[in-house]
């Protein structure tokens, strides 16, 4: 069953605007500039467009990530109705709603945790009192969906294969049951069968708890094989949206690049 909310849809962006500082007292450069798209509850976004044309950078704002030197300039943002710029308290609960997979995760966890303390993280961090075997049998439960041995529990992230440590990651931002997922490249060192079973688990929760979820891909086969709604994004500007890589509408600076999508 669905779990009830008090946003209108997912994520609101209206004219939203991101600058990255460029190292201590450097200047700032506008990576994101005036972008707007609304994804409701239940949706399917894909990010696409090229190197450096701000999706990871709208990805981390969106999920609260604590990403140094990025700030909300202008415009608006809301991840279930909460604030994207200057969130306040309200970026504890922000994290809360939002599992984020940043960009290479696997490589990202920590090294002195246990996979399972890693993937149990979100929940130990905001109840201490938890009890361990709620939890244990929580983490058993993601790893056996993600096609992860249950052994794998008690290893630390450098013992396992690239591929195995993106699961570890994906599992960590799906433990807390998100209203939403932000995944940049979800299924990254994936091989066949295994990226079968992440994509299962990202649309059963889209199914049984409305889970909408914001990828950055430019993979035509993962906007596939999700069936989703795709925003292309260059030099910072949004230059096409439709649904899938065959129905786009574009704007006329964007008409050139339809190869963005073509790979």
């Known amino acids: 069953m669905a779990r009830r909310r008090d946003a209108d ?9 991101i600058a990255r500082r460029a190292g201590r007292g450097g200047a700032s450069q ?7 798209f609304r994804l409701d509850h239940g949706g399917i976004l894909a990010l696409m467009g090229p190197t ?3 999706k990871s ?25 909460i ?19 940043p960009q290479s995760a696997g490589a990202r966890l920590p090294a002195r945790l246990t996979v399972a303390e890693v993937i149990g993280e979100p929940i130990t961090s905001r ?7 709620a939890l244990a049998v929580r983490v058993a439960s993601l790893l056996d969906e993600l096609m992860l041995p249950l052994g794998a529990a008690a290893k630390y992230p450098y013992e396992l ?17 998100p209203r939403v997922l932000i995944a940049d490249e979800l299924f990254a060192n994936m091989d066949v069968e295994v990226r079968k079973a992440a994509r299962a688990a990202v649309l059963r929760r889209r199914k049984e708890l409305n889970m909408a979820t914001l990828i950055v891909t430019n993979e035509r086969d993962v906007v596939n094989e999700l069936d989703a709604d795709v925003l ?10 439709g649904h899938g890589t065959q129905d786009l509408l574009w704007t006329p600076s964007g008409e050139a690049d339809r190869r963005l999508v073509s790979s």
């Open 9 to 17: 849809v997912a994520i609101d962006c209206s004219d939203l605007s």
């Open 127 to 133: 109840d201490r009192r938890v009890s361990p075997r």
């Open 161 to 177: 294969s690239a591929g195995m440590r993106q699961r570890v990651a994906l599992a960590r931002s799906l433990v807390l049951q």
């Open 83 to 101: 604030p994207v710029r200057r969130p306040g308290r309200a970026h504890r609960q922000l994290t809360y709603y939002a599992g984020y997979l």
């Open 30 to 36: 506008r990576v994101v500039d005036g972008v707007s």
């Open 52 to 54: 450096g044309s701000g």
């Open 232 to 241: 292309v994004l260059r030099a910072g500007h949004a230059v096409a949206f």
């Open 57 to 81: 950078s709208l990805a981390a704002v969106l999920a609260g990530a604590d990403e140094a030197g990025l700030t909300v300039v202008g415009g608006r943002g809301l991840v279930e109705g």
